[in-house]
């Protein structure tokens, strides 16, 4: 297949590009997409180079999928001209999402729902994502009435700014700011910009796709979402109130058996997800598995992982990959 990666030069266009080797994506052309600064510049994949071009121009090369992570004014232009030229599209960005004519996809959770027609399809946010691959299963054999979530968000999420600025701070160095505040040795809780109902953008991101993506819009959800200085992926403290009793141990089986999640959770040995360990990984990791002794039918979790992979590039490859085994691109 001909593949275009647009931002191909960012955080997660690099770990889309590292992510596509890893899986042996099958590819025949490679066409790496970036800003006018960036064209002519080289990207490596696979051991070999290939140079930069604009958006125009890999349209012009016809590519069978292009996957976009250039941010959301990027992809409201480009996207649609992409579609146009009958090119499929899998948008890393806000855009779309919650465009009731785009389906929103986490594979493991509504793969199924995607068709030959969807021609741009939209990823979920980080945070989201790695939270609906534990609800789903739960959902399905509880029914979930509400969830309260607090997310613990690595600066990697920010971008290439945020990082430089958490490890310039670490090193005592001036830097250019990412964040209003020194992110080192702190912690800010907001993540993008305040909305009139008092939440951010990204907490409601999490409330409204959530249904979206669940396909259920009586889930109650109320979220708050935090960026602490750490590099590994995202931690998230959920506490879901279910219509329907459970048993601790029905609901370690029901998630070690759920696609793309892995149960850490040994207490008595101090096993449990972490950044640390997410790091570089595909998989959601649970831990501290545990009933909410405040209220009847409620559990507490504690669930990790890597915003770069499964939070944005592994994600939006996977539904590349399901496009493909479905014959519906390459």
């Known amino acids: 297949m001909k593949v275009a990666v647009v931002g191909a030069t960012g955080l997660v266009g690099t770990k889309m590009l590292q992510v596509l080797a890893e899986r042996n994506f099958p590819i025949s052309t490679l066409i790496p997409v970036a800003s006018e600064r960036s064209i002519g510049n080289e990207v490596m994949f696979n051991g070999k180079g290939y140079v930069v071009v ?53 594979p493991e959770v509504n793969a199924d729902a995607l068709t030959p027609t969807d021609k741009i399809i939209a990823n979920p946010n980080c945070s989201t994502i790695q939270m609906v691959l534990v609800l789903k299963p739960l959902h399905n054999r509880y029914r979930i009435k509400r969830v309260v979530v607090s997310t613990y968000q690595s600066v990697t999420g920010t971008g ?13 160095l001036e830097t250019e700011m990412a964040y ?92 449990y997800p972490m950044p640390l360990f997410a790091n570089d990984k595909d998989e959601t990791f649970v831990g501290r598995i545990r ?36 014959k519906m691109i390459g």
């Open 291 to 326: 009933r909410d002794e405040s209220q009847a039918n409620t559990l507490n979790l504690w669930v990790v992982s890597d915003n770069l992979r499964k939070g944005a590039a592994t994600n939006a490859i996977q539904i590349a990959e399901y496009l493909h085994q479905q």
């Open 160 to 172: 290439v700014k945020a990082v430089n600025q958490l490890m310039n701070e670490r090193q005592g």
């Open 54 to 106: 604009g958006a125009a121009d890999a349209i012009a090369a016809k590519p069978d999928v292009a996957l976009f992570s250039a941010g959301g004014s990027t992809s409201l232009e480009w996207a649609p001209r992409f579609a146009e030229a009958g090119i499929t599209v899998i948008d890393n960005s806000s855009a779309w999402r919650m465009d009731p004519t785009k389906k929103l996809v986490v």
């Open 180 to 271: 209003k505040y020194q992110i080192d040795l702190n912690v800010i809780p907001q993540i993008d910009v305040f909305l009139d109902n008092g939440y951010t953008k990204e907490e409601m991101k999490m409330v409204n796709e959530t249904k979206k993506i669940m396909g259920d819009d009586s889930i109650r959800l109320t979220a708050t979402t935090v960026r602490i200085p750490v590099m590994g992926g995202h931690s998230e403290s959920i506490n879901i109130e279910f219509e329907n009793d459970f048993e601790l141990h029905d609901v370690r089986q029901i998630l070690a058996a759920a696609p793309g999640v892995v149960v850490q959770d040994d207490v008595a040995n101090q096993v």
